[in-house]
């Protein structure tokens, strides 16, 4: 059975935001916020299909191509394609396609990738140099925490599955309008994870059978507008609507020493190295566990449970 969400708490919105105040009184509260009136130069204007197309040239870029909007990683209900980034513009721009791979009805998503996804780091001032002179991404961090510009370019209508990233996050909204639903990471035992994706694809009509701890999360949503900025904190779930064609661009920076991030992860979604070595000891934590009878098990399970809420988390207050 499913059954329809409707409450949700509106995402804050700060207007007129300056370097000052989003860097002294914004980004150390590490909340999800729309800054809204931030200068982000004359893409706004120019960003049209028929000029991204012109400008971004024929590289090819790696695209999902999905029959439904809603893009479905457990079931893989959509495909992985390569066009030039000129004919991908203007199909992800029109509603049905004379060409297409799957149905005239497909929606396209980009996320862009480098050069070499293996060894190189999506930055749109290397891959679309005329392109990214028109977009000014806003000097809220330090340049040497820099890691990734991306370009995010969807069909109307298209969803991206809850997710989280490591790093800190701009996501400039340049064109089209976005529903955009975040959950804090303190939700993360009721979003029913995958890796970094939640299995809760369909999160405006719940499975409450499948997935009954969703509904007793707390849940931020908000529309961006062209040319608002959501400020996505490392670790908060977000998942998105392109209610229109939308071309927007996201900004990673680091928030902790780079001695915390894997060097070869030029996608940037690695969880940290001390996270990564603390699930693989789990993970033989509980293969040991397993050579004990079930009464015992479930025994020293109990305790290890116990030793990490008291050990690690802040917010548990033993009774
Ligand atoms: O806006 C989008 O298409 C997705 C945004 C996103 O997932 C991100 O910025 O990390």
Redesign the pocket.
């Known amino acids: 059975m499913s059954s329809p969400i409707k409450t949700f708490k509106p995402l804050h919105v700060v207007s007129d935001v300056s370097h000052t105040l989003f860097t002294e009184e914004i980004y150390p509260k590490r909340l999800p916020v729309i800054l809204r009136g931030v200068e982000i130069g004359p893409c706004q204007e120019k960003w049209t299909a028929e000029y991204l197309a012109e400008k971004g040239g024929g590289k090819e870029v790696k695209i999902h191509v999905a029959p439904t909007p809603q893009m479905d990683f457990i079931q893989k209900n959509f495909v992985y394609r390569s066009l030039p980034f000129n004919e991908f513009v203007q199909r992800a721009a029109r509603l049905k396609q004379d060409n297409f791979f799957i149905s005239e009805n497909e929606k396209y ?1 980009l996320r862009a990738l480098g050069d070499d996804p293996r060894k190189d780091i999506a930055d749109i001032s290397h891959q679309f140099p005329e392109l990214a002179q028109d977009i000014h991404i806003p000097p809220f961090f330090n340049k040497d925490r820099f890691f990734s510009s ?1 370009f ?1 370019i ?1 069909s109307p209508g298209i969803q ?1 599955w809850t ?1 989280y ?1 490591v790093m800190d ?1 701009l ?1 400039i909204q340049v064109n089209g309008r ?1 529903r955009v639903v975040i959950f804090s990471p303190k939700e993360a035992d009721k979003l029913y994870l995958n890796g970094d994706k939640s299995e809760v694809l369909d999160i405006d009509n719940l499975d409450e059978k499948k997935f009954p701890l969703f509904s007793h999360t707390e849940r931020y949503e908000g529309i961006l507008n062209p040319g608002d900025i959501l400020f ?1 904190p490392a670790l908060w779930f ?1 998942n ?1 609507i ?1 209610l229109d064609f ?1 071309v ?1 661009v ?1 900004v990673f920076w680091k928030h902790l020493d780079d001695n915390f991030y894997d060097s070869k992860d030029t996608y940037g979604n690695k969880d940290p190295l001390p996270a990564t070595r603390a699930m693989q000891i789990l993970d033989r934590a509980l293969k040991t566990l397993d050579e004990l009878p079930l009464e015992y098990r479930e025994f020293y399970a109990r305790r290890l449970v116990h030793r990490i809420q008291s050990k690690a988390l802040c917010d548990h207050h033993p009774t």
Do not use: E, Q
């Open positions: 998503y991306v995010r969807a991206l997710h990233d996050n996501l976005k996505i977000h998105v392109s939308g927007a996201n």
